[in-house]
């Protein structure tokens, strides 16, 4: 099985797991912060474990800041851990992450991901 981390909307995570025949996705209504529990919590409903994860797909390029961040970091530190391949996707391409299954196992493992932020950069409050 593979994973996608979908943290584009605020206060929201997406994950999907799925093959190239089957795909579960699920919703969680939490902060960003949340990410590892929700994680751990779908993979345990679907009685899988960090185990069953061959390979993780990350939608980059929407979102903030810190999101963006936590999503990339948990997806390479997987990868590091698990030595299995990661992607970056846009939100557009997962509609239909199963038909970029081959692309994701073309990675070579050990290549990490970097974030795309999709904003304007907003440091504080930029008063004279």
């Known amino acids: 099985m593979y994973l996608l981390i979908n ?3 605020r206060d929201s995570i997406a994950l999907s797991l799925f093959d190239v025949e089957n795909r579960i ?3 969680f209504e939490v902060g960003n912060r949340e990410l ?9 409903s679907e ?3 960090k ?14 800041f810190t999101s963006t ?8 530190t997987f990868g590091y851990v698990r030595h299995i391949p990661l992607l970056s996707v846009s939100l557009e391409q997962t509609a239909d992450v ?3 299954i081959a692309l994701l196992l073309d990675q070579p493992v050990g290549q990490y991901l970097s974030a795309t932020y999709s904003g304007v950069p907003n440091i504080g409050n930029q008063s004279s």
């Open 7 to 9: 943290t584009s909307v």
């Open 69 to 76: 961040r936590l999503a990339v970091t948990v997806a390479n």
């Open 25 to 27: 996705d699920k919703k």
């Open 47 to 49: 009685n899988k474990t």
């Open 51 to 64: 185990d069953d994860v061959a390979g993780i797909m990350v939608v980059v390029g929407e979102g903030s």
């Open 36 to 44: 590892l529990q929700s994680i751990d919590s779908f993979l345990t």
């Open 98 to 100: 199963q038909s970029l």
